[in-house]
C-alpha cells in the first residue's frame, strides 16, 4: 500500500499519504480571519479549516492553505497568502474573487480516494470520510481540495452542502432570488424585443413588407416558449395562426426573424408534432411564407434537424472536449500531448462548428440571392437559435457591433425561448437536457472574429466573459427557459425576482479596464459587406482563451493575442490623439502620448496569451501602469464615435 | 476628413488589388514561381491582405500590381524586367542573365485545382514558364528549376486518352506539375530534354544559374554578416574569450567559419588536440554570450569516445574552460540532441557522448530530437497528406500521423530548455548532435533567436543564418539537392526547412516580437531550393571561398535588403523595450501547421491575414496624420517667425 501511494504521491492524486516534507504549502496558519466576502443576501452554510488547494494540473505537491465555505451563492477559498501584485491585471470580477466558484458553474463533483475518484450525485450518500474533492465546472475550470489537515468531519459537511447547494430542485432556490443589493438599471432603453415597438422597429429597418406584428401569443396562450409578440405573414390571420400552431412541436409555427432590403426572410418553425400525418397545416404556412415575399419566390426550406447536431450531440461532444481542456494533473496532460491532435479530431467540437457554419453560410447565401429561407428543426429551439444568429452576424453588420450583437441575443436566444435553464442545467432535473447550444454558437461567432478581425466591435475576451457569465445566477439573462417563466418570476407575489441584465457590465466589472478590453481596438464600421466565413475543418480552430485558460503552463509569457491587442490600442490612441491635436482641441499633447506608450511598453511584458484571465501573468511590476497605459473608455471613444453605426 | 484621404489612398489600394485578384484567381491561381508567390496571395487577398499582393520581378500583366506601400521599392525591379520586354505574348519574362532554351506549343497544364489548360510551354536556364491564354484572363506557370527533384514521362506511345501523354514534375516545394503534350507534335522530347539539362546543371556540367545571374542590387548581402563585428556586438573578445584565428584557412576543420570565439584560456595547441577528438574536427565554439550573465552556448560535434569509452584530457579540460568562463555557475549543460539510443548506438562508430564520470561538472541532456532519415520521411508523409487536396474530415488525425508537428515541438522544446539553463540558471550550454551541423543549428539559432531580440530583425536573422547555419557548415548542397538529380540521396532532408517552420511558430506565439513577416520566411525558402542566388549553394564556408562565391553569384540578402518594406511585420513593437526573452509553449496545443506554407498552391487553404492588414492601414493613417502634424507645425512655426521678424506697428502701444 504504501508503496502504491508514495508512487502514486508524484504522479496522480495522492491525497491521503502524501509525504508532508516534500508537499509546498503556502500560506500562514493563522486561520482567523478567512471568511469569504458575502454579498447582500449571501449567508454561509457550511465551512471547512485548513484546507489545500493545489495548484491546477500539477503534480498535485503544492498548495495553498485557507478556508473553504459554500454559501447560497458560490464556493469559496480564502487563503491567507497575499495575492501577488500581477494578479490584478487579470479581470476583476466583483462578484466572485480568484478562487470563488458561482455554484451555477458547478458541474461535477468527484471524491478523491487515494488515486482514483468518484463522482458524486445530489442524493447520493456522501462518505463519512472525504480527504479530496475535485470540482469541475461548466467554463472548464477545475479546483481540487484537501482536507488532510482540516479537522474532522469538514470535508463532509462541505461536501454535503455542495451537492444541496450546487444542485438546487427548483428554480426559486437560485441566488437571483436572494440577492438583495439594490439594482439601478443602466439599460433601461435597450431593445428586449418583449414590446411591440422593438419588432416595428425591426421590421422597419430591415424594410419587410409583407410581414406584420401579431399578438396572438398574448399571455402566451399560442405557445408558452414563445414570446408574446410574433412576426407573421400579413396573409395569415391571427385565428389562422393559433389554430395552425397546435400542429407544431412546442406550438411553434414560422415566425419571421429578420429580414433583407431586398425582401428575403429569415424566418423558424419548428416540426410538425409526431401525431400529425398530414402536413397540411405547414403547407400552408409556408404558402403565406412565399406570399409575403415580393415576387412570391418559394422559400428555401433547411431541415436543420437533418445535418446539424442534437443537443445529445452538442453535450457529449462538449465532455470530450472538456476531458482535453481540464486534464486531472500533470501526468494526464502529459499523456494527452501524446495524441492531442486525434483526440480533438475525435471530439468532434471543431466538426460541429464546421456543421453549424457552413449551414449558415448556406442560408446567408440563399438570403443574399433574394430568396427567404426557413429553418426548421424540433422544437426549434436550439439549432434555429445558432443559425438564425450567424446568419444575421453574416449578413448584417448592425448585428456586429456591442450593442447589435446583445440585441440579436436577445431576439435570437432570449425571447424566442432557447432553454437555457435546462441547457446549463440551473435547476437539477433528471428530466434535464444539458447542452452547451450556446457554446457552439459563441465558439463560431469567435471563428468569424479571427477570420474577420476587423468586422466585429466586440473582441474574444466579451465572448468569453460573456460564456463565464451565463454560469452566474445573478443575472436573469439565462437563467429561464423562455420569456413566460421569466414574467412568472417576476410577477411571484411572494418574491418577485428583480431582472438583472447580464449586459449591465458594471454589475461584474468595476475597472473601467476590464469593459474596455470587450471593445476591438481594429473594428472598422466601413467593414459592411456581407462575411464569407470559411467553414471547412483545417479552418476551424480551437478556442484556445476561453478553453486552455485554466492551464497555466499553457500560457505564453508576454506573447498571444493580447500583445497584439495592447499594441492596436496604442496604436489607436495615439491616433486619436494626434487627430484631437489637429482639430485643435487641448487634447493630449505629444509628450503624453509618448508617456503612455512607454508605460505600455512596459506592462507589455505583463500581458501573457491568457490575459485578461490568466493568473500568473509575468513578472511581477507595478501593475497601476497597465491600467494607466489602456485607452480608458475615453480615447476609445473618440475613435469609435467615426466608427458608431448610424 | 483626414482619416478620409488616408482611407482613399488605402482604397486605392485596395481597388488595385482587388483587380489584380480576381484577375489571377482566375488564371494564375496555384502556379507561379517563387515570387509570384506573390501572384498567389494576392488571391488571398480578395479576402483581405491587398498590400501582400507583392508583385514579382517575372511579373506578367495579371501580376504586376504594386501595391502602394511597396511601390517604391519594388519600382526599380520591375524596370530591370521592362528593360528586356518579351518580343511575344508567350516569352517568358526573363531575368538579367536568363535565356530561354526551348519552348513548346499546344501543351496542356493540368491543375489539380482549376483543371486543364492549354498554353505555350518554356524552359529557360531558370525556369519552367507556362502561359495559357485559353481563358479570358492569361494563366501562368512560373517555376524556378531549383525546386524540381525529379522529372518523369507519363504515357508512352500507345497511350490513349485525353491529356494521358506528357511530363511530370516533382517539386521540392511541396507540389508536383502535370503537363500534357499531344503525341503528334513531337514537343515532350524537346521539353524533357531541357527540363533534366537546366533542372539538374550539375549532372550534366552545366553551371548553377546564380553563375549566370547578372541582377545588381542597391544593397550589397554578402556584407550583412561580418564575423568579427557581429562578435563584438555581442562584447567579445573580453576577458573570458578570444578571437581565434587558427582556421583562418580551413585547415584544422574544413567545415568551420575562419573565425572563432574561444576560450581566452586555450592555446592554439589545445584547439588542435581537441579537433582530434571531436567528430570532423569540430570543436567546442562560442554561438552566443548573454551579456550580463556571460553564461554562453557553445557548439560542437559529438566527443570520439567510441565502444571503447576514450577520453580526452584536452577535451576534459577545454570544456572545463568553457564552464569556467561564466563565473556565476560551477556547471555546465550539455545539450545532445540525439534520442539516447542513437548516441549509444554511435559509439559503434566511433563517436558516443561525453560521460559525466569524465566531465566533471557537466550534465549531459538528451534532447531526443530525431535523424534526418526521419524527418525526410515525415514531410514526405506530409506532402501526401498536404497535395494536391486533404481529406477533409480527418485533417487533424492526418496531421498528426505524419509526426511532422511532434518533431517541430520537439526541436522548440529543445530550444527553450537551452534558454531556461542560460536565462534563469545563468549556466552555460555545450550544444551538440552527431556531426553538428544539422540539430545542432537547429538548437543554438532557435535559442539564440528566443534570447536575443537583435536576431528577431530582419538584417539580424540573416546574420542568425549567415553565422549559424552557414558559416559552421550546414551541408546545404548535400541536404538540398542543388542541381543533381539524384532525387532520392539519403543525405537529403529539410533540416533548414524545420527550423524555418520553428521560427514561424514562435512568430505566431510571438506577434509583435519580430521585424520580419512570413513572407520573408517564405521567400528564404524559395530561394532556398531556387538557386537564384549564391547564399545556399555549397556545403561549407571553404566550399564558398574556393568557388568565389561572393565575387562570382549575388546574396539573397542583397534581394531581400533592397526591397525590405515588403518583409516588415506591421506588428513589429519597434519600442525597443518589448520582451526580451521569449520562452514559445512547446505544447501540441499550440503548435500549428503552417498552412500558408504547407498547403499554399491550394487556392481553398490560403491563409488570410486580415489584422496585419488592418494594421498597415492603421500604421498608414498614423504616418500621414504626423506628417500633417509636422507640417502645420512647421507652418506655424514659419508664421511665429515672420511675425517676430516684422513686429506688428499696431500692436505697438503699451500698457506700461
Same mark, same amino acid.
Given at each position: 500500500?504504501?508503496?502504491?501511494?508514495?508512487?502514486?504521491?508524484?504522479? +496522480?492524486?495522492?491525497?491521503?499519504?502524501?509525504?508532508?516534507?516534500?508537499?509546498?504549502?503556502?500560506?500562514?496558519?493563522?486561520?482567523?480571519?478567512?471568511?469569504?466576502?458575502?454579498?447582500? &443576501?449571501?449567508?454561509?452554510?457550511?465551512?471547512?479549516?485548513?484546507?489545500?488547494?493545489?495548484?491546477?494540473?500539477?503534480?498535485?505537491?503544492?498548495?495553498?492553505? &485557507?478556508?473553504?465555505?459554500?454559501? #447560497?451563492?458560490? /464556493?469559496?477559498?480564502?487563503?491567507?497568502?497575499?495575492?501577488?501584485?500581477?494578479?490584478?491585471?487579470?479581470?476583476?470580477?466583483?462578484?466572485?474573487?480568484?478562487?470563488?466558484?458561482?455554484?451555477?458553474?458547478?458541474?461535477?463533483?468527484?471524491?478523491?480516494?487515494?488515486?482514483?475518484?468518484?463522482?458524486?450525485?445530489?442524493?447520493?450518500?456522501?462518505?463519512?470520510?472525504?480527504?479530496?474533492?475535485?470540482?469541475?465546472?461548466?467554463?472548464?475550470?477545475?479546483?481540487?481540495?484537501?482536507?488532510?489537515?482540516?479537522?474532522?468531519?469538514?470535508?463532509?459537511?462541505?461536501?454535503?452542502?455542495?451537492?444541496?447547494?450546487?444542485?438546487?430542485?427548483?428554480?426559486?432556490?437560485?441566488?437571483?432570488?436572494? +440577492?438583495?443589493?439594490?439594482? +439601478?438599471?443602466?439599460?433601461?432603453?435597450?431593445?428586449?424585443?418583449?414590446?411591440?415597438?422593438?419588432?416595428?422597429?425591426?421590421?422597419?429597418?430591415?424594410?419587410?413588407?409583407?410581414?406584420?406584428?401579431?399578438?396572438?401569443?398574448?399571455?402566451?396562450?399560442?405557445?408558452?416558449?414563445?414570446?408574446?409578440?410574433?412576426?407573421?405573414?400579413?396573409?395569415?390571420? %391571427?385565428?389562422?395562426?393559433? %389554430?395552425?400552431?397546435?400542429?407544431?412541436?412546442?406550438?411553434?409555427?414560422?415566425?419571421?426573424?429578420?429580414?433583407?432590403?431586398?425582401?428575403?426572410?429569415?424566418?423558424?418553425?419548428?416540426?410538425?408534432?409526431?401525431?400529425?400525418?398530414?402536413?397540411?397545416?405547414?403547407?400552408?404556412?409556408?404558402?403565406?411564407?412565399?406570399?409575403?415575399?415580393?415576387?412570391?419566390?418559394?422559400?428555401?426550406?433547411?431541415?436543420?434537424?437533418?445535418?446539424?447536431?442534437?443537443?445529445?450531440?452538442?453535450?457529449?461532444?462538449?465532455?470530450?472536449?472538456?476531458?482535453?481542456?481540464?486534464?486531472?494533473?500533470?501526468?494526464?496532460?502529459?499523456?494527452?500531448?501524446?495524441?492531442?491532435?486525434?483526440?480533438?479530431?475525435?471530439?468532434?467540437?471543431?466538426?460541429?462548428?464546421?456543421?453549424?457554419?457552413?449551414?449558415?453560410?448556406?442560408?446567408?447565401?440563399?438570403?443574399?440571392?433574394?430568396?427567404?429561407?426557413?429553418?426548421?428543426?424540433?422544437?426549434?429551439?436550439?439549432?434555429?437559435?445558432?443559425?438564425?444568429?450567424?446568419?444575421?452576424?453574416?449578413?448584417?453588420?448592425?448585428?456586429?457591433?456591442?450593442?447589435?450583437?446583445?440585441?440579436?441575443?436577445?431576439?435570437?436566444?432570449?425571447?424566442?425561448?432557447?432553454?437555457?435553464?435546462?441547457?446549463?442545467?440551473?435547476?437539477?432535473?433528471?428530466?434535464?437536457?444539458?447542452?452547451?447550444?450556446?457554446?457552439?454558437?459563441?465558439?463560431?461567432?469567435?471563428?468569424?472574429?479571427?477570420?474577420?478581425?476587423?468586422?466585429?466591435?466586440?473582441?474574444?475576451?466579451?465572448?468569453?466573459?460573456?460564456?463565464?457569465?451565463?454560469?452566474?445566477?445573478?443575472?436573469?439573462?439565462?437563467?429561464?427557459?423562455?420569456?413566460?417563466?421569466?414574467?412568472?418570476? =417576476?410577477?411571484?407575489?411572494? #418574491?418577485?425576482?428583480?431582472?438583472?441584465?447580464?449586459?449591465?457590465?458594471?454589475?461584474?466589472?468595476?475597472?473601467?479596464?476590464?469593459?474596455?478590453?470587450?471593445? #476591438?481596438?481594429?473594428?472598422?464600421?466601413?467593414?459592411?459587406?456581407?462575411?464569407?466565413?470559411?467553414?471547412?475543418?483545417?479552418?476551424?480552430?480551437?478556442?484556445?482563451?476561453? +478553453? /486552455?485558460?485554466?492551464?497555466?503552463?499553457?500560457?505564453?509569457?508576454?506573447?498571444?493575442?493580447?500583445?497584439? %491587442?495592447?499594441?492596436?490600442?496604442?496604436?489607436?490612441?495615439?491616433?486619436?490623439?494626434?487627430?484631437?491635436?489637429?482639430?485643435?482641441?487641448?487634447?493630449?499633447?505629444?509628450?503624453?502620448?509618448?508617456?503612455?506608450?512607454?508605460?505600455?511598453? %512596459?506592462?507589455?511584458?505583463? =500581458? &501573457?496569451?491568457?490575459?485578461?484571465?490568466?493568473?500568473?501573468? &509575468?513578472?511581477?511590476?507595478?501593475?497601476?501602469?497597465?491600467?494607466?497605459?489602456?485607452?480608458?473608455?475615453?480615447?476609445?471613444?473618440?475613435?469609435?464615435?467615426?466608427?458608431?453605426?448610424? | 476628413?483626414?482619416?478620409?484621404?488616408?482611407?482613399?489612398?488605402?482604397?486605392?489600394?485596395?481597388?488595385?488589388?482587388?483587380?489584380?485578384?480576381?484577375?489571377?484567381?482566375?488564371?494564375?491561381?496555384?502556379?507561379?514561381?517563387?515570387?509570384?508567390?506573390?501572384?498567389?496571395? !494576392?488571391?488571398?487577398?480578395?479576402?483581405?491582405?491587398?498590400?501582400?499582393?507583392?508583385?514579382?520581378?517575372?511579373?506578367?500583366?495579371?501580376?504586376?500590381?504594386?501595391?502602394?506601400?511597396?511601390?517604391?521599392?519594388?519600382?526599380?525591379?520591375?524596370?530591370?524586367?521592362?528593360?528586356?520586354?518579351?518580343?511575344? @505574348?508567350?516569352?517568358?519574362?526573363?531575368? @538579367?542573365?536568363?535565356?530561354?532554351?526551348?519552348?513548346?506549343?499546344?501543351?496542356?497544364?493540368?491543375?489539380?485545382?482549376?483543371?486543364?489548360?492549354?498554353?505555350?510551354?518554356?524552359?529557360?536556364?531558370?525556369?519552367?514558364?507556362?502561359?495559357?491564354?485559353?481563358?479570358?484572363?492569361?494563366?501562368?506557370?512560373?517555376?524556378?528549376?531549383?525546386?524540381?527533384?525529379?522529372?518523369?514521362?507519363?504515357?508512352?506511345?500507345?497511350?490513349?486518352?485525353?491529356?494521358?501523354?506528357?511530363?511530370?514534375?516533382?517539386?521540392?516545394? *511541396?507540389?508536383?506539375?502535370?503537363?500534357?503534350?499531344?503525341?503528334?507534335?513531337?514537343?515532350?522530347?524537346?521539353?524533357?530534354?531541357?527540363?533534366?539539362?537546366?533542372?539538374?546543371?550539375?549532372?550534366?556540367?552545366?553551371?548553377?544559374?546564380?553563375?549566370?545571374?547578372?541582377?545588381?542590387?542597391?544593397?550589397?548581402?554578402?556584407?550583412?554578416?561580418?564575423?568579427?563585428?557581429?562578435?563584438?556586438?555581442?562584447?567579445?573578445?573580453?576577458?573570458?574569450?578570444?578571437?581565434?584565428?587558427?582556421?583562418? !584557412?580551413?585547415?584544422?576543420?574544413?567545415?568551420?567559419?575562419?573565425?572563432?570565439?574561444?576560450?581566452?584560456?586555450?592555446?592554439?595547441?589545445?584547439?588542435?588536440?581537441?579537433?582530434?577528438?571531436? !567528430?570532423?574536427?569540430?570543436?567546442?565554439?562560442?554561438?552566443? $554570450?548573454?551579456?550580463?550573465?556571460?553564461?554562453?552556448?557553445?557548439?560542437?560535434?559529438?566527443?570520439?569516445?567510441?565502444?571503447?569509452?576514450?577520453?580526452?584530457?584536452?577535451?576534459?579540460?577545454?570544456?572545463?574552460?568553457?564552464?569556467?568562463?561564466?563565473?556565476?555557475?560551477?556547471?555546465?549543460?550539455?545539450?545532445?540532441?540525439?534520442?539516447?539510443?542513437?548516441?549509444?548506438?554511435?559509439?559503434?562508430?566511433?563517436?558516443?557522448?561525453?560521460?559525466?564520470?569524465?566531465?566533471?561538472?557537466?550534465?549531459?541532456?538528451?534532447?531526443?530530437?530525431?535523424?534526418?532519415?526521419? *524527418?525526410?520521411?515525415?514531410?514526405?508523409?506530409?506532402?501526401?497528406?498536404?497535395?494536391?487536396?486533404?481529406?477533409?474530415?480527418?485533417?487533424?488525425?492526418?496531421?498528426?500521423?505524419?509526426?511532422?508537428?511532434?518533431?517541430?515541438?520537439?526541436?522548440?522544446?529543445?530550444?527553450?530548455?537551452?534558454?531556461?539553463?542560460?536565462?534563469?540558471?545563468?549556466?552555460?550550454?555545450?550544444?551538440?548532435?552527431?556531426?553538428?551541423?544539422?540539430?545542432?543549428?537547429?538548437?543554438?539559432?532557435?535559442?539564440?533567436?528566443?534570447?536575443?531580440?537583435?536576431?528577431?530583425?530582419?538584417?539580424?536573422?540573416?546574420?542568425? $543564418?549567415?553565422?549559424?547555419?552557414?558559416?559552421?557548415?550546414?551541408?546545404?548542397?548535400?541536404?538540398?539537392?542543388?542541381?543533381?538529380?539524384?532525387?532520392?540521396?539519403?543525405?537529403?532532408?529539410?533540416?533548414?526547412?524545420?527550423?524555418?517552420?520553428?521560427?514561424?511558430?514562435?512568430?505566431?506565439?510571438?506577434?509583435?516580437?519580430?521585424?520580419?513577416?512570413?513572407?520573408?520566411?517564405?521567400?528564404?525558402?524559395?530561394?532556398?531550393?531556387?538557386?537564384?542566388?549564391?547564399?545556399?549553394?555549397?556545403?561549407?564556408?571553404?566550399?564558398?571561398?574556393?568557388?568565389?562565391?561572393?565575387?562570382?553569384?549575388?546574396?539573397?540578402?542583397?534581394?531581400?535588403?533592397?526591397?525590405?518594406?515588403?518583409?516588415?511585420?506591421?506588428?513589429?513593437?519597434?519600442?525597443?523595450?518589448?520582451?526580451?526573452?521569449?520562452?514559445?509553449?512547446?505544447?501540441?496545443?499550440?503548435?500549428?501547421?503552417?498552412?500558408?506554407?504547407?498547403?499554399?498552391?491550394?487556392?481553398?487553404?490560403?491563409?488570410?491575414?486580415? $489584422?496585419?492588414?488592418?494594421?498597415?492601414?492603421?500604421?498608414?493613417?498614423?504616418?500621414?496624420?504626423?506628417?500633417?502634424?509636422?507640417?502645420?507645425?512647421?507652418?506655424?512655426?514659419?508664421?511665429?517667425?515672420?511675425?517676430?521678424?516684422?513686429?506688428?506697428?499696431?500692436? !505697438?502701444?503699451?500698457?506700461?
Amino acid at each position: 500500500m504504501s508503496d502504491k501511494m508514495s508512487n502514486s504521491f508524484k504522479s +496522480y492524486v495522492g491525497i491521503e499519504d502524501y509525504d508532508l516534507q516534500s508537499l509546498n504549502v503556502s500560506g500562514d496558519d493563522s486561520f482567523s480571519d478567512l471568511n469569504p466576502r458575502l454579498l447582500t &443576501g449571501e449567508m454561509v452554510v457550511a465551512e471547512a479549516q485548513k484546507v489545500l488547494l493545489f495548484a491546477p494540473v500539477s503534480s498535485n505537491n503544492k498548495g495553498k492553505s &485557507g478556508t473553504l465555505s459554500v454559501t #447560497n451563492f458560490k /464556493l469559496s477559498f480564502v487563503t491567507t497568502e497575499e495575492r501577488s501584485r500581477e494578479d490584478t491585471i487579470s479581470q476583476q470580477n466583483c462578484l466572485l474573487a480568484e478562487y470563488d466558484i458561482c455554484l451555477s458553474n458547478v458541474d461535477m463533483i468527484y471524491q478523491i480516494i487515494g488515486d482514483k475518484r468518484r463522482r458524486l450525485l445530489p442524493g447520493s450518500s456522501v462518505p463519512d470520510k472525504v480527504k479530496g474533492l475535485c470540482i469541475l465546472c461548466k467554463n472548464m475550470k477545475v479546483m481540487q481540495f484537501s482536507f488532510k489537515f482540516s479537522p474532522v468531519d469538514h470535508g463532509k459537511t462541505i461536501t454535503n452542502a455542495l451537492l444541496h447547494h450546487a444542485f438546487p430542485r427548483r428554480h426559486q432556490l437560485l441566488f437571483a432570488y436572494d +440577492y438583495r443589493e439594490q439594482y +439601478y438599471n443602466c439599460l433601461q432603453d435597450a431593445c428586449w424585443y418583449r414590446y411591440e415597438h422593438d419588432w416595428k422597429n425591426e421590421l422597419e429597418r430591415s424594410r419587410c413588407s409583407g410581414w406584420r406584428i401579431s399578438l396572438a401569443n398574448e399571455s402566451f396562450h399560442l405557445s408558452t416558449s414563445m414570446p408574446q409578440w410574433l412576426v407573421v405573414p400579413v396573409t395569415v390571420m %391571427d385565428w389562422q395562426l393559433t %389554430d395552425a400552431a397546435r400542429h407544431f412541436r412546442g406550438s411553434r409555427p414560422p415566425v419571421w426573424c429578420w429580414g433583407t432590403k431586398q425582401g428575403a426572410a429569415l424566418v423558424r418553425m419548428a416540426d410538425l408534432l409526431p401525431t400529425i400525418t398530414e402536413r397540411t397545416q405547414e403547407n400552408t404556412m409556408l404558402e403565406h411564407v412565399r406570399k409575403s415575399h415580393p415576387t412570391r419566390r418559394q422559400p428555401l426550406l433547411l431541415d436543420l434537424g437533418k445535418d446539424l447536431p442534437t443537443p445529445r450531440d452538442v453535450q457529449t461532444s462538449f465532455l470530450k472536449l472538456r476531458d482535453l481542456c481540464a486534464p486531472d494533473n500533470l501526468r494526464q496532460f502529459q499523456i494527452q500531448e501524446k495524441d492531442f491532435l486525434t483526440q480533438l479530431e475525435s471530439s468532434r467540437w471543431l466538426h460541429l462548428i464546421s456543421a453549424c457554419l457552413h449551414k449558415s453560410v448556406d442560408a446567408a447565401e440563399a438570403m443574399q440571392n433574394g430568396s427567404t429561407v426557413v429553418l426548421q428543426e424540433f422544437d426549434g429551439r436550439d439549432m434555429c437559435c445558432v443559425v438564425a444568429s450567424l446568419v444575421q452576424l453574416i449578413l448584417d453588420p448592425y448585428w456586429r457591433t456591442c450593442v447589435g450583437f446583445r440585441t440579436l441575443i436577445q431576439k435570437e436566444w432570449i425571447v424566442m425561448g432557447h432553454p437555457f435553464c435546462s441547457r446549463l442545467g440551473h435547476v437539477y432535473r433528471s428530466e434535464n437536457e444539458l447542452a452547451p447550444v450556446f457554446l457552439i454558437f459563441l465558439d463560431c461567432v469567435w471563428q468569424l472574429t479571427q477570420q474577420f478581425p476587423s468586422a466585429f466591435e466586440f473582441t474574444e475576451t466579451f465572448l468569453t466573459t460573456l460564456w463565464d457569465s451565463a454560469h452566474v445566477s445573478i443575472f436573469d439573462t439565462f437563467l429561464f427557459d423562455c420569456e413566460r417563466d421569466r414574467l412568472l418570476a =417576476v410577477t411571484d407575489p411572494h #418574491n418577485p425576482l428583480v431582472l438583472r441584465s447580464v449586459w449591465d457590465w458594471g454589475e461584474q466589472f468595476p475597472e473601467p479596464r476590464d469593459v474596455a478590453l470587450f471593445t #476591438n481596438p481594429l473594428f472598422t464600421c466601413s467593414e459592411r459587406r456581407m462575411l464569407r466565413p470559411r467553414w471547412v475543418l483545417p479552418d476551424i480552430s480551437l478556442w484556445t482563451q476561453c +478553453y /486552455l485558460r485554466w492551464i497555466p503552463m499553457l500560457e505564453i509569457r508576454g506573447g498571444g493575442h493580447p500583445q497584439v %491587442d495592447l499594441y492596436l490600442r496604442m496604436l489607436v490612441v495615439e491616433i486619436a490623439a494626434i487627430q484631437g491635436q489637429m482639430a485643435g482641441s487641448s487634447g493630449p499633447g505629444d509628450s503624453r502620448v509618448a508617456d503612455k506608450l512607454a508605460v505600455g511598453v %512596459d506592462a507589455a511584458t505583463l =500581458v &501573457g496569451s491568457f490575459f485578461p484571465f490568466s493568473r500568473s501573468g &509575468g513578472a511581477a511590476t507595478a501593475q497601476s501602469q497597465l491600467f494607466n497605459s489602456f485607452p480608458g473608455e475615453h480615447a476609445l471613444d473618440s475613435l469609435s464615435l467615426q466608427n458608431a453605426p448610424d | 476628413m483626414d482619416r478620409k484621404s488616408a482611407s482613399d489612398l488605402l482604397n486605392v489600394e485596395n481597388s488595385h488589388s482587388k483587380h489584380a485578384s480576381t484577375d489571377s484567381l482566375a488564371s494564375d491561381s496555384k502556379s507561379s514561381s517563387l515570387n509570384s508567390k506573390l501572384g498567389q496571395e !494576392s488571391v488571398s487577398s480578395s479576402k483581405g491582405s491587398p498590400s501582400k499582393s507583392y508583385c514579382s520581378s517575372s511579373s506578367t500583366s495579371t501580376e504586376n500590381v504594386v501595391s502602394t506601400l511597396e511601390s517604391k521599392v519594388k519600382g526599380k525591379q520591375v524596370n530591370v524586367t521592362e528593360s528586356g520586354p518579351p518580343s511575344r @505574348p508567350d516569352d517568358p519574362p526573363l531575368l @538579367p542573365g536568363e535565356k530561354v532554351q526551348g519552348m513548346a506549343r499546344e501543351v496542356t497544364y493540368l491543375c489539380p485545382y482549376s483543371g486543364p489548360a492549354r498554353g505555350t510551354l518554356s524552359v529557360t536556364n531558370y525556369k519552367l514558364y507556362f502561359r495559357s491564354m485559353d481563358r479570358e484572363t492569361p494563366y501562368v506557370v512560373d517555376v524556378p528549376l531549383g525546386v524540381v527533384s525529379r522529372i518523369e514521362k507519363v504515357g508512352g506511345a500507345s497511350s490513349r486518352g485525353e491529356n494521358s501523354y506528357g511530363i511530370e514534375v516533382f517539386c521540392k516545394d *511541396m507540389r508536383n506539375l502535370r503537363f500534357a503534350h499531344k503525341q503528334e507534335n513531337h514537343s515532350r522530347r524537346n521539353v524533357f530534354e531541357k527540363l533534366q539539362q537546366f533542372a539538374f546543371p550539375l549532372s550534366h556540367k552545366l553551371p548553377l544559374f546564380a553563375f549566370e545571374y547578372t541582377e545588381s542590387f542597391s544593397e550589397n548581402g554578402w556584407t550583412v554578416h561580418e564575423p568579427i563585428a557581429e562578435l563584438k556586438r555581442m562584447g567579445v573578445p573580453n576577458d573570458m574569450w578570444k578571437i581565434s584565428k587558427l582556421n583562418e !584557412s580551413h585547415e584544422v576543420c574544413d567545415s568551420y567559419p575562419s573565425v572563432w570565439a574561444v576560450p581566452a584560456a586555450a592555446t592554439d595547441e589545445d584547439l588542435r588536440a581537441v579537433a582530434q577528438f571531436r !567528430s570532423r574536427g569540430r570543436v567546442p565554439v562560442l554561438s552566443w $554570450i548573454h551579456q550580463e550573465s556571460q553564461a554562453t552556448i557553445s557548439r560542437c560535434s559529438q566527443p570520439l569516445v567510441g565502444v571503447s569509452g576514450k577520453r580526452s584530457t584536452a577535451d576534459e579540460r577545454y570544456i572545463q574552460l568553457i564552464m569556467d568562463a561564466n563565473a556565476q555557475s560551477h556547471k555546465l549543460f550539455i545539450m545532445d540532441a540525439r534520442p539516447s539510443a542513437n548516441a549509444i548506438a554511435n559509439k559503434a562508430k566511433g563517436g558516443g557522448y561525453e560521460s559525466e564520470d569524465a566531465y566533471q561538472n557537466a550534465e549531459l541532456v538528451f534532447l531526443d530530437i530525431h535523424n534526418i532519415h526521419v *524527418m525526410r520521411e515525415s514531410l514526405r508523409k506530409l506532402k501526401e497528406l498536404c497535395f494536391p487536396n486533404i481529406e477533409e474530415s480527418r485533417w487533424l488525425s492526418g496531421l498528426e500521423s505524419t509526426f511532422w508537428l511532434k518533431h517541430i515541438k520537439c526541436i522548440l522544446a529543445g530550444a527553450v530548455r537551452i534558454v531556461d539553463k542560460v536565462e534563469n540558471h545563468k549556466t552555460s550550454v555545450l550544444v551538440h548532435c552527431s556531426d553538428g551541423w544539422d540539430r545542432t543549428a537547429q538548437l543554438t539559432a532557435l535559442a539564440m533567436l528566443m534570447l536575443d531580440p537583435y536576431y528577431r530583425t530582419i538584417r539580424g536573422f540573416e546574420v542568425l $543564418i549567415e553565422k549559424e547555419w552557414l558559416s559552421f557548415g550546414h551541408k546545404f548542397q548535400q541536404r538540398i539537392g542543388h542541381g543533381d538529380d539524384h532525387h532520392s540521396d539519403a543525405d537529403r532532408s529539410p533540416v533548414f526547412l524545420q527550423f524555418i517552420d520553428c521560427v514561424w511558430q514562435i512568430t505566431q506565439q510571438y506577434p509583435n516580437a519580430f521585424e520580419f513577416n512570413d513572407y520573408f520566411l517564405i521567400t528564404i525558402l524559395d530561394h532556398l531550393y531556387s538557386c537564384r542566388f549564391g547564399t545556399f549553394l555549397f556545403n561549407s564556408e571553404r566550399e564558398r571561398v574556393a568557388e568565389s562565391v561572393k565575387q562570382r553569384t549575388v546574396s539573397l540578402w542583397s534581394f531581400t535588403n533592397s526591397t525590405i518594406d515588403a518583409y516588415r511585420n506591421p506588428l513589429y513593437w519597434a519600442g525597443g523595450m518589448q520582451q526580451q526573452v521569449l520562452v514559445p509553449v512547446a505544447s501540441m496545443r499550440h503548435i500549428k501547421l503552417w498552412k500558408g506554407h504547407y498547403c499554399r498552391w491550394n487556392p481553398s487553404m490560403r491563409s488570410q491575414d486580415p $489584422i496585419c492588414q488592418r494594421t498597415r492601414e492603421l500604421l498608414v493613417l498614423k504616418d500621414q496624420l504626423e506628417r500633417q502634424v509636422e507640417e502645420c507645425r512647421r507652418e506655424l512655426q514659419a508664421r511665429v517667425a515672420r511675425n517676430v521678424a516684422t513686429p506688428p506697428r499696431l500692436a !505697438s502701444p503699451t500698457h506700461s
